[in-house]
């Protein structure tokens, strides 16, 4: 009465109505199970572990890593567990690469030294397997915050482990792949299909180094795949 006394209006409780906000999908958090798709953008840096002294091993003195951008997209199915709680299966592909710069010491002659830089081009397409758990503010209007976290199994299709690469001592990856995914988002409920952004961010448990004798790859003990990735989730009401 104090607030209708102030503005010298006063809203009846019949009134009140027309200042709430409609719901939209007010039943998709309801069902049991519901599916939809992803499109994302990412980023493949690594861990990298290189040997105790890498001048022992030949001339490479330096590793740097560049990563490049790369995209992802995939399904989703979610299953409700509790009114705040999810289990999201996302079957995807990754596509990205990186390129390794190894600075290099060449000796001319007792009084001379040379340095340059050789390029290795890493290029990875994962196919993924996270399974996570979404943990999911109240519902505010058409708004709500989660957080994932969760595993992922992921396969590396363009790997050339155990190939032939003919003298070009490329640097290999192993094809399988463990990792732990965190993430969060917001969930923005739109009139016809629920709008999910997210930055999730993956760190990888094995050791992915194809071991092989030459410069390239016995001067770095180990890699471990990381992965940055800022996904965009279509999820409808049907």
């Known amino acids: 009465m104090a607030i209708a006394w102030l503005t010298g209006y006063c809203i009846l409780p019949g009134q009140a109505q027309r200042f709430t906000k409609p719901l939209n999908l007010p039943k998709l ?4 199970i519901h599916f939809g798709f992803l499109l994302g953008a990412n980023a493949m840096p690594m861990g990298i572990r290189p040997v105790a002294n890498p001048g022992m091993v030949d001339s490479v003195y330096r590793i740097e890593l560049r990563p490049q951008g790369g995209f992802t997209m995939g399904l989703l199915g979610n299953v409700k567990i509790h009114e705040f709680i999810n289990f999201r299966f996302l079957p995807s592909l990754s596509f990205g690469s990186r390129k390794f710069i190894y600075s290099i010491r ?30 999911k503010s109240a519902r505010l209007n058409n708004v709500r915050v989660y957080v994932d976290t969760g595993i992922k199994y992921s396969f590396d299709l363009s790997s050339k482990a155990g190939t032939d690469d003919k003298g070009g001592n490329l640097l290999k990856l192993r094809r399988h792949d463990l990792s732990y995914d965190l993430g969060v988002g917001l969930d923005f409920y739109l009139q016809y299909f629920k709008f999910s952004p997210s930055l999730r961010v993956s760190w990888g448990f094995l050791n992915v180094k194809y071991p092989e004798n030459h410069m390239y790859s016995s001067s770095i003990e180990r890699l471990y795949s990381r992965m940055v990735l800022l996904t965009f989730y279509f999820e409808g009401s049907l």
């Open 29 to 32: 958090d309801r069902k049991p």
């Open 106 to 135: 060449e000796t001319i002659s007792d009084t001379s030294v040379a340095y340059y830089d050789v390029q290795k081009s890493v290029e990875s397409t994962y196919l993924e397997l996270p399974l996570l758990l979404r943990f």
